[in-house]
């Protein structure tokens, strides 16, 4: 079964300053596709990033990147230039191509921004 | 812009009552998933549909029950509610796969059982 650990669950930084988010994986497919989604205290989750596992090339979007380890299953996020607006909880997920797409999420990381 | 509606943010129910979550999504989309969201648990699957009338069961589907008439509407119901079915349960759809397209989440509805 594919599982996804996320072993912080409470980060912290400063404003302006970067932070990474981590998060490992255990599968034995070798075609699927890992997400990391931003959940507000409003509660609505979206999409931050997305990576798919046969791109070499790390995912980056905007002040968003990730630095994707196939071999290690490990896929971490990287914040740079945090802002305010990015306090949130953010999750990992997983999702395979089979089994109808279903994800798998991690337990989260709650971020908090310092002014 | 896509949209996926949940009926209600909040909604307070009495042990041993029917309840009726609706989720509906505008976007055309084959999948759809109900999850529940608890402190440090993350997101685990509570049901999916692939397709109308098709369902399967998730992680834990113990004590729910779906259902899905319209590709846009998938309705979870708790059978008979009790207090550990108090939670935040979210509600996603995506395309099916090969698709690399990512699941669109509604706001969540916050369920207290008393």
């Known amino acids: 079964a594919q599982t996804v650990t996320q072993s912080q669950p409470e980060m912290s930084v400063q404003e302006a300053e970067t932070v990474t988010l981590s998060c490992t994986y255990d599968?034995?497919?070798?075609?699927?596709?890992l997400f990391w989604y931003k959940q507000p205290p409003s509660r609505q989750m979206i999409l931050v990033i997305r990576?798919?596992?046969?791109?070499?090339q790390n995912a980056t979007e905007n002040r968003f990147s990730v630095n994707f380890q196939k071999a290690a299953k490990s896929f971490s996020l990287k914040i740079s230039d945090s802002q305010l607006g990015d306090a949130a909880m953010y999750f990992c997920?997983?999702?395979?191509?089979?089994?109808?797409?279903?994800?798998?999420f991690g337990d989260g990381t709650t971020l908090t921004v310092k002014p | 812009d896509v949209k996926v509606t949940q009926s209600s943010r909040y909604l307070v129910k009495r042990t041993g009552e029917k309840v009726f979550l609706e989720c509906v999504q505008d976007?055309?989309?084959?999948?759809m998933f109900w999850y529940r969201q608890d402190p440090g648990l993350g997101l685990r699957l509570i049901y999916f549909?692939?397709?109308?009338?098709?369902?399967e069961k998730g992680d834990i589907p113990e004590g729910y029950s779906v259902s899905r008439e319209k590709k846009e509407r998938f309705s979870l119901i708790l059978e008979s509610a009790s207090t550990n079915q108090t939670s935040m349960y979210l509600c996603?759809?995506?395309?099916?796969?090969?698709?690399?397209?990512?699941?669109?989440f509604g706001q969540g509805t916050r369920l207290t059982v008393v």
């Open positions: 599968t034995s497919e070798s075609d699927y596709y």
């Open positions: 996603a759809s995506s395309l099916r796969p090969p698709m690399n397209t990512e699941a669109f």
């Open positions: 976007m055309d989309h084959e999948n």
């Open positions: 990576q798919e596992a046969y791109k070499q």
């Open positions: 997920a997983y999702r395979w191509g089979g089994n109808a797409g279903k994800s798998t």
């Open positions: 549909s692939y397709d109308v009338k098709m369902k």
